[in-house]
Nanobody, 125 residues
Framework: QLQASGGGLVQAGGFLRLSCAAS????????MGWFRQAPGKEREFVAA????????NYEDSVKGRFTISRDNAKNTVYLQMNSLKPEDTAVYYC????????????????????WGQGTLVTVSS
């Protein structure tokens, strides 16, 4: 139902734009999030966006470098990643909030009930 794309190999300082397209159903009333998981590490929160797009939340290490956005008409969420660092290397997952119209932006993976398959981002030094 969620298909992430846009990952790849990029040099440090470069940029990538990830996309997450929903199919089979709409998530226009769900908060959406991006998570990442590096080898040997737990999945961690990266960014989230309110169902209406009016509010966003970021993990501290990506603030000012990453931007999450959404186009509900296209049922798609984006993650613009600039000034990439080797420590950003991970598999990136998009996810939809378990509940619609939730009153806050969740950061815990357990709060998200729908997950994409992940796209690999590799940043070389």
């Amino acid at each position: 139902q969620l298909q992430a794309s846009g990952g790849g190999l990029v040099q440090a300082g470069g940029f990538l734009r990830l996309s997450c397209a929903a199919s089979g159903r709409t998530f226009s009333r769900h908060n959406m999030g991006w998570f990442r998981q590096a080898p040997g590490k737990e999945r961690e929160f990266v960014a989230a966006i309110w169902w209406s797009g009016d509010s966003t939340n970021y993990e501290d290490s990506v603030k000012g470098r990453f931007t999450i956005s959404r186009d509900n008409a296209k049922n798609t969420v984006y993650l613009q990643m600039n000034s990439l660092k080797p420590e950003d290397t991970a598999v990136y997952y998009c996810a939809a909030d378990r509940f619609d119209l939730r009153g806050y932006l969740p950061r815990a993976p357990s709060e998200y009930g729908y997950w994409g398959q992940g796209t690999l981002v590799t940043v070389s030094s």
